[in-house]
């Protein structure tokens, strides 16, 4: 039997992502988990943001912004840039940061993969931004990749659990993917 829950943004599992952007000529960097890729041709990835959030004025600002992929030794870190904003927390010495082709999105050099967007699109949906970026390069530590492809295992991203506030990692592979 099923319980009704009312609705709920139960969707599992959630990537624990910082995005960074450039404010003031400063690095900003927020904890988002609403974060996807949302197009192969061009490659695209998308993040909901809150209306109200700060990194949001630097994406608006520069038109670029950053999708970093943090490992379980950044957690604490991730979950200071969630719960504290860069309007009255200075974030920009938090991380080591890095800049692309772009020059304007700020990078975190202690992630194992970061991804560097040009703005294409930002719309509104009620209390929150969707903003739509193309990825123009997609940098990763050489220690993460096995047989010239990058290893998830290696990444150890973590992830969002958002029912009951906890960050986790990846488990075990279950079975391969496209083989039927």
């Known amino acids: 039997m099923k319980k009704k829950l009312g609705p709920q943004t139960l969707l599992y599992p959630l990537p624990a992502t910082l995005i960074g952007s450039l404010i003031n000529e400063k690095p900003n960097f927020m ?8 197009s192969h041709k ?18 608006k600002e520069n038109q670029t912004f950053s999708v970093n992929i943090p490992n379980r030794r950044l957690v604490e870190k991730v979950d200071f840039c969630g719960t504290h904003t860069g309007r009255k927390e200075d974030k920009s010495r938090i991380f080591k940061v890095f800049y692309g082709r772009l020059k304007t999105a700020p990078m975190i050099e202690d992630c194992p993969l970061s991804i560097e967007c040009k703005l294409r699109k930002i719309f509104e949906i009620d209390s929150h931004v969707i903003v739509i970026g193309e990825i ?3 940098y990763i530590d050489e220690e993460c990749i096995t047989e010239g492809k990058p290893d998830p295992k290696k990444i150890d991203p973590i992830v969002y ?11 075990e592979y279950i079975a391969d993917a496209f083989k039927k």
């Open 161 to 171: 659990l958002t029912s009951v506030r906890k960050y986790a990692t990846l488990g």
């Open 136 to 138: 123009v390069e997609t």
């Open 31 to 38: 904890t988002a988990a609403w974060c996807s890729i949302c």
């Open 42 to 59: 061009p490659p695209s990835i998308c993040v909901a943001i809150h209306k109200s959030r700060y990194t949001l004025e630097g994406i």
